[in-house]
């Protein structure tokens, strides 16, 4: 497997070696230990994700403030742009954010420590996109940023207005939001 850092401290671009032929491909999509030693991950994943979604559709900015999530991120149909944003205040990364385009094709994976919020827009007709995530999902805990925050000013690429759920048409800017310490 190949692990690129991005823009942000902690933020992986990890791409497995896919083995491929007339039949097909094989990948090991994940490896416990192989992991642990790239992303010095402490704690098991402990949940599963799963979300289909169309053209245009904008997920996010989520985070938990507690209980807060890692995400091992990737995408089994289509193509989405990856955002995930540093919201931890005593961070010399604060504010900043990177993007990774997530495909089916490239098998590309991206790991998002907790301490950041997260967010993807699909960019084919339709996208499935699997994560695994370092602590449950608690509902009371759950936050989001707006996607489009001036403040954050995220290139999200986007060719019209995305489709947004209810929750993240109601977000809060960074400077408004509960963040990490």
Known sequence: MNVSATELLGVLIIEPKVFGDERGFFYESFNARDFAQ???????????????SQKGVLRGLHYQIEHPQGKLVRVTAGEVLDVAVDIRQGSSGFGKWASVRLSAGNSRQLWIPPGF????????DYAEVLYKTTDYYTPSAERCIRWDDSELNIDWQLDGPPILSAKDQVGKCLKDADLFP
Do not use: C, E, T
């Open 117 to 124: 919020a997260h967010g993807f827009l699909v960019l084919s």
């Open 38 to 52: 790239i992303a010095g991950l402490q704690q098991p994943f402990v949940q599963d994700n799963h979300s289909r």
